[in-house]
């Protein structure tokens, strides 16, 4: 399990700099959208990373977490959208 | 070398594979984010690779958890399935939460860059000047009859 254990603290710091790719995006987007798509990004990909962490250290719960910030990064996602388009609530 | 080691050597060797395709896939997204030139086409490149990628990733570690599931570790089968739920959470909320955002920024003004025809524009604009034309015939016909 411990080869495994490293295999998956490299793939850890490789999605660190995807997500790190995704920050400059938000941070010099030159409108709105693109720093939403920013963020919905770094939601998908931060999902996997605690998949990756509940999977490296056998704990079940970093998983369950994972489950529930995607359901609640897409609501925030569609609330965003509907802010944008200028609808009411 | 019986059935099983041959069985486990394969099993670390697609976990391996699988790690490999989904960490190139979100490698993809992140310099599409970077490199493209247009809401629309980061979109396409933050969405799309980030929802592949994941689909191997986390298809990796289930592998994992049926693998100590089959060495009689209990821990293992609730890993797998709560992985797999998961990976369903992102395979339905992550088109989505896109298309929802596309949509948006189309509605608030943001027109895609290189675009040669815009389809879901000639249409908004197509039904406002119909209803203007209607409306327009409406009144004269209205002026004449007076």
């Known amino acids: 399990m411990i080869e495994i254990f490293n295999v998956y603290m490299i793939v850890l710091i490789a999605i660190l700099l995807c997500v790190i790719m995704a920050i400059v995006r938000v941070i010099i987007g030159p409108t709105i959208p693109d720093r939403v798509v920013g963020v919905d990004t770094i939601n998908t990909i931060v999902i996997v990373g605690m998949v990756i962490f509940g999977a490296a250290y056998e704990m079940v719960i970093y998983i369950d977490v994972a489950i529930v910030y995607a359901l609640l990064s897409f609501i925030s996602t569609l609330f965003i959208a509907k802010y944008l388009e200028g609808g009411e609530f | ?146």
Not at chain 2, 38 to 66: E, P
Not at chain 2, 74 to 82: E, K, P, Q, R, Y
């Open chain 2, 1 to 146: 070398m019986s059935i099983i080691e041959i069985l486990g050597i394969a099993s670390d060797c697609i976990i391996y594979i699988f790690l490999g395709i989904g960490v190139f896939f979100n490698a993809l997204a992140g310099v599409g984010l970077l490199r493209f030139p247009d809401v629309y086409t980061r979109l396409h490149a933050g969405t799309k690779c980030t929802t592949f990628g994941s689909i191997f990733i986390i298809g990796s570690v289930i592998i994992i958890g049926l693998k100590m599931w089959w060495g009689h570790d209990t821990n293992g089968s609730v890993l797998a399935i709560h992985s797999a739920f998961a990976l369903i959470a992102i395979l339905l909320t992550n088109p989505v939460g896109a298309h929802a955002i596309a949509r948006a920024a189309h509605k608030s003004g943001v027109m895609p860059a290189q675009a040669v025809i815009d389809e879901l524009k000639d249409k908004s604009t197509e039904k406002i000047t119909k209803k203007k034309t209607s409306s327009k015939t409406a009144l004269s016909k209205d002026g004449g009859e007076q």
